[in-house]
């Protein structure tokens, strides 16, 4: 098969420009739609008619956006508190647990300053003068992304308050670099990987209820994306129905979501008859809002099964410093909000990323973006002998993974591998679907998202493969160039530094005219390292004139001495030859004539 045999599907960040490249996908920072295969509700464990989170003491109180546009942050922060407080009881419970909103929007905004990038140079570049940032919209998967790129979950700091109606603190903050860095490193939590549900993927209401009560059950909470009525914060919604202090909320129309919030149960018995429309049926999730405990029923509502708007649910899983799971470093070249999928309509596609240990390191997780229904088949190798070739050294680990729900997976190694400083290694990923439909393989996306925040993707040569025509080729020499979703996560052999002692800046790879280099720096104790970008330098050209002649136009030529790109500019119209005057014939013969004229 030859490499025109590709189909590239795009899916967009926005669901109000639904780009197309060959096939309909689609993926919103707002809404993130993933084409998943809609697993059936016989793929799950069972589950009880009605459930309460609240109840198991895994929710946090309720707590009160204000007038900030940020309900995506509050729901993240309460699903990501019940996840916790699910998974480590002895460390996390609803009373000494509260995630800071403010640092989460600020580090979601600010990912990447003072040069901050991953491995393969992605960078987030922000305008933000003031606190408006606070009003931009977001997601629940989008946050994810980053997450698993750039900063952790912080606990509520008191330096840094959250104001419910006027702009936060930290909007007027002008960090240092270390400032800014020892910030960005006190968080609580790292996030391991993160699960999505996309309703318009499921042709019956109780295969999407059945997905999204194992995730609650499995995460203690998700975040669910809906169309909130337009009198939404004081609770008039035509919509909303209030039953003696209950309120049930149903919009029987498919209107584009503007609000998240927090599943934090259901009740399969909530009668149909509770909403203010009637409903296909009985059943409603518990809903946990962000609009403080004088709304509604002490900040909680009934959402119906059947809401036509409800969009997506979102849940995540975490680790903390001294779990089985906990990793030190991750290796990614991904920092997208989107996500794409290359397939040649094979039943199986093979990719592979190939890093380079950062130091003498322990290998003890791998992660990896699957859909639904999605099988992988995942190899670690290391000690490459051929930076071209992901499998040309020791077959370290293999496993066969199967996804349950769509999403960032993470796996713990069954063992640990050693890594020394600079040694090559691979993660390796056979893609299929259990029903045979055509393996897939995840990359990348990347636009700007708001005005003023712009992610930059740099994909360079050396660092993602697929397997095609019996052969390893490097994506970023075809036309698809775009890193692909595979990351691996180690732990350091040697104890990190309280502060790290780092030597001076060393250039690892040199600015170009038009791409960004990397600094590195290596603190001489743990062996630490970090990395910061260098601004390209720019074209410098060499410019000169060319002339016109009666054949072509003249013009200005603008040429680089470094790279030799040119343009071109000024042009100058062609000579034209003088009308020619005087003319009069010299002579006449049987074959020939002869002309003379005066003047040209």
């Not at 490499?3 to 639904?18: E, G, S």
């Not at 059950?217 to 919509?239: N, R, V």
């Not at 979501?257 to 203010?276: C, E, K, L, R, Y």
């Not at 052969?471 to 990351?487: E, L």
């Amino acid at each position: 098969m030859d490499m025109d045999a590709f189909a590239y599907w795009f899916i967009t960040i926005r669901r109000d420009n639904m780009n197309v490249k060959l096939h309909k996908a689609a993926l919103s920072a707002v809404s993130f739609v993933v084409a998943a295969c809609a697993a059936s509700a016989a793929a799950f464990a069972a589950t009880p008619s009605a459930y309460s989170s609240v109840d198991e003491g895994y929710i946090t109180s309720v707590k009160n956006q204000g007038r900030w546009g940020v309900c995506w942050a509050f729901a993240t922060a309460a699903a990501s508190e019940a996840s916790l407080i699910k998974e480590f009881p002895d460390r996390f419970n609803s009373s000494n647990t509260d995630i800071s909103e403010t640092l989460l929007v600020y580090f979601t905004r600010h990912s990447t300053e003072f040069g901050l990038t991953n491995l393969s140079g992605d960078k987030w570049t922000t305008s933000w003068s003031d606190g408006s940032y606070f009003d931009q919209g977001d997601s629940g998967v989008a946050v994810g992304f980053k997450l698993l790129n750039f900063f952790g979950m912080y606990a509520e700091n008191e330096s840094y308050p959250y104001s419910s109606y006027s702009v936060p603190s930290i909007a007027n903050e002008n960090f240092t670099e270390a400032e800014y860095n020892a910030l960005r490193n006190s968080y609580m939590a790292k996030l391991t990987s993160f699960y999505l549900i996309d309703k318009s993927e499921f042709a019956m209401v109780d295969s999407f209820n059945s997905q999204v009560k194992q995730l609650v059950m499995e995460q203690g909470a998700a975040i669910l994306s809906y169309y909130e009525g337009a009198e939404e914060s004081h609770g008039g919604s035509s919509y909303l129905n209030n039953l003696s202090g209950e309120y049930y909320y149903y919009c029987d129309q498919p209107y584009t979501i503007n609000h998240g919030v927090t599943v934090v149960g259901w009740d399969d018995n909530i009668p149909a008859s509770s909403f203010a429309t009637t409903p296909e049926g009985d059943g409603a999730w518990l809903i946990k809002n962000s609009w403080g405990e004088d709304n509604r029923d002490g900040g909680y509502f009934w959402l119906s099964y059947y809401d036509q708007s409800i969009d997506n649910v979102v849940g995540y899983n975490y680790t903390v410093d001294g779990a089985d799971d906990y990793y030190d470093s991750v290796y990614s070249y991904d920092a997208s909000m989107s996500v794409g999928y290359l397939a040649t309509g094979n039943p199986e596609f093979t990719s592979s990323n190939i890093f380079t240990a950062q130091g003498d390191e322990l290998l003890t997780a791998v992660g990896f973006y699957a859909e639904s229904g999605g099988k992988a088949d995942v190899t670690v190798y290391t000690g490459l002998t051929d930076l071209n070739d992901p499998t040309s050294g020791t077959k370290a680990e293999n496993f066969v993974y199967n996804a349950e729900l769509s999403g960032y997976q993470y796996y713990p190694l069954e063992s640990t591998i050693e890594l020394s400083d600079g040694e090559s290694f691979s993660v390796v990923v056979t893609a299929s679907f259990a029903d045979g439909s055509a393996g897939k393989i995840y990359v990348e996306g990347g636009e700007s998202i708001y005005n003023n925040e712009t992610l930059t993707l740099n994909c360079g040569e050396g660092q993602s493969f697929f397997y095609l025509n019996s052969t390893w080729n490097d994506i970023a020499t075809t036309d698809y160039a775009a890193n692909i979703m595979i990351k691996a996560f180690s732990t350091s052999l040697i104890p990190p530094c309280a502060e790290h002692t780092y030597g001076k800046w060393t250039l690892t790879k040199a600015p170009t005219c038009t791409e960004d280099g990397v600094m590195t720096r290596k603190c001489s104790v743990c062996k630490a390292k970090e990395t910061k970008s260098v601004e390209k330098t720019g074209h410098k050209y060499v410019t000169s004139a060319v002339d016109a002649t009666y054949t072509q136009k003249g013009y200005t030529l603008h040429k680089c001495s470094v790279c030799g790109y040119s343009y071109k500019d000024n042009y100058t119209d062609k000579l034209v030859l003088p009308a020619v005057t005087g003319l009069n014939i010299k002579g006449r013969a049987a074959d020939a004539l002869r002309v003379g004229w005066t003047k040209n």
